[in-house]
């Protein structure tokens, strides 16, 4: 069985970092693309970030662009979101997934649970 665990979530104030993990098991990881997905109330999930199986050819989203980085360590089976300058509208819950590269939800067939990061003004 496949397990996504996120974690690094929390409440800050604009122009505060946060830096997300994400934890793989039961897949072969270094096989994946794996993405982050964004969630706010009441909305459908958005693209944020996307690097390929060897760590290449990072993608992201036009909102996030130049505030965040995506990486990822093959070894620990974990990618990261690194999420600087936040803003209020990057409050959502975050999720991390695995599948085919690509910008779209059906492109990933694992999804965590999710992580809620919250950005005040």
């Known amino acids: 069985q496949v397990q996504l665990v996120e974690s690094g979530g929390g409440l800050v104030q604009a122009g505060d970092s946060l830096r997300l993990s994400c934890t793989a098991s039961?897949?072969?990881?270094?096989?994946?693309?794996m993405a982050w997905f964004r969630q706010a109330p009441g909305k459908e999930r958005e693209f944020v970030a996307t690097?390929?199986?060897?760590?290449?050819?990072?993608n992201f989203a036009e909102s996030v662009k130049g505030r965040f980085t995506i990486s990822r360590d093959n070894a620990k089976r974990t990618v990261f979101l690194q999420m600087n300058s936040l803003k209020p509208g990057d409050t959502a819950a975050y999720y991390c997934?695995?599948?085919?590269?690509?910008?779209?939800?059906?492109?990933?067939?694992?999804w965590g649970q999710g992580t809620q990061v919250t950005v005040s003004s």
């Open positions: 997934a695995a599948g085919s590269y690509g910008s779209r939800s059906n492109d990933y067939h694992y």
């Open positions: 690097i390929n199986p060897s760590g290449g050819s990072p």
């Open positions: 039961g897949l072969p990881f270094s096989m994946y693309s």
